[in-house]
Nanobody, 114 residues
Framework: QVQLVESGGGLVQVGGSLRLSCVVS????????IGWYRQVPGNVRELVAS???????YYTDSVKGRFTISRDNAKNTMYLEMNSLKPEDTAVYYC????????WGQGTQVTVSS
C-alpha cells in the first residue's frame, strides 16, 4: 500500500521560509514523478511544482525563483523549499506521487501572515 506522510507546514511571516517534507512508502519512489499541489478552500487544487524521475522540474509562474522541489531517492522523500513567502501562498499543501494513478499525502497547512 502506497503511503505519503507530510510534515513541515505552519505559520510564518511574510518573507519567511518553510520546508515541507513528504516520506513515501510502498512504491518505487525513484522511478516516479513527484509533485506538490496546494488548495485554498473553494478553489481547485493547483500544481505548484513537479519533478520527473530524471529530475526535470516544473514550477508554476507564481513560485518561480522562490520555491524549490527536490527528492532524495535514498530516503524515499521529497521536499519543497519555500522562500520569500507571500500571503497568497497560504493554502493546504499536498505532496503527490505518480501520473496516471496518483497518490496523495494528507495535506499540511501553510499560513503566511502579513
Amino acid at each position: 500500500q502506497v503511503q505519503l506522510v507530510e510534515s513541515g507546514g505552519g505559520l510564518v511571516q511574510v518573507g519567511g521560509s518553510l520546508r515541507l517534507s513528504c516520506v513515501v512508502s510502498g512504491s518505487t519512489f525513484s522511478s516516479s514523478r513527484i509533485g506538490w499541489y496546494r488548495q485554498v478552500p473553494g478553489n481547485v487544487r493547483e500544481l505548484v511544482a513537479s519533478m520527473t524521475s530524471d529530475s526535470g522540474t516544473y514550477y508554476t509562474d507564481s513560485v518561480k525563483g522562490r520555491f524549490t522541489i527536490s527528492r532524495d531517492n535514498a530516503k524515499n522523500t521529497m521536499y519543497l523549499e519555500m522562500n520569500s513567502l507571500k500571503p497568497e501562498d497560504t493554502a493546504v499543501y499536498y505532496c503527490s506521487l505518480g501520473i496516471s494513478r496518483m497518490y496523495w499525502g494528507q495535506g499540511t497547512q501553510v499560513t503566511v501572515s502579513s
